[in-house]
Nanobody, 121 residues
Framework: QLMESGGGSVQAGNSLRLSCAASTYTFTDYNMGWFRQVPGKEREFLAGIDWSGTNDFYDVSAKGRFFISRDNGNYMLYLQMNSLKPEDTGIYYC????????????????WGQGTQVAVSL
């Protein structure tokens, strides 16, 4: 199971740090990622990190502002979001899959419940 936290309402330009707690000792078997969904649109990939935490990958919308990291010892995943914009508003989900390509495509084995982020001017 995956459980996100850290969402909220902020003004544009500010930062938020999302967390995702994994309730499994097999956390290190999984590549992990963050996705965002806004009303009327499909869930979109933002950032991914491999099982070791060595390699990461970002969608162009997140690159340079968002930073993904993981703490395998504590089964935690993070997303540091800086310079937030109103278009970053949405529900943010963490996800995990043992296959990197499936993770990036959003065809993942595990999804969290989501945490709401609202960015206002």
């Amino acid at each position: 199971q995956l459980m996100e936290s850290g969402g909220g309402s902020v003004q544009a330009g500010n930062s938020l740090r999302l967390s995702c707690a994994a309730s499994t000792y097999t956390f290190t078997d999984y590549n992990m990622g963050w996705f965002r969904q806004v009303p009327g649109k499909e869930r979109e990939f933002l950032a991914g990190i491999d099982w070791s935490g060595t390699n990461d990958f970002y969608d162009v919308s997140a690159k340079g502002r968002f930073f993904i990291s993981r703490d395998n010892g504590n089964y935690m995943l993070y997303l540091q979001m800086n310079s937030l914009k109103p278009e970053d508003t949405g529900i943010y989900y963490c996800a995990g899959d043992s296959n990197w390509d499936r993770l990036v495509a959003g065809h993942v084995e595990y999804w969290g419940q989501g945490t709401q982020v609202a960015v206002s001017l």
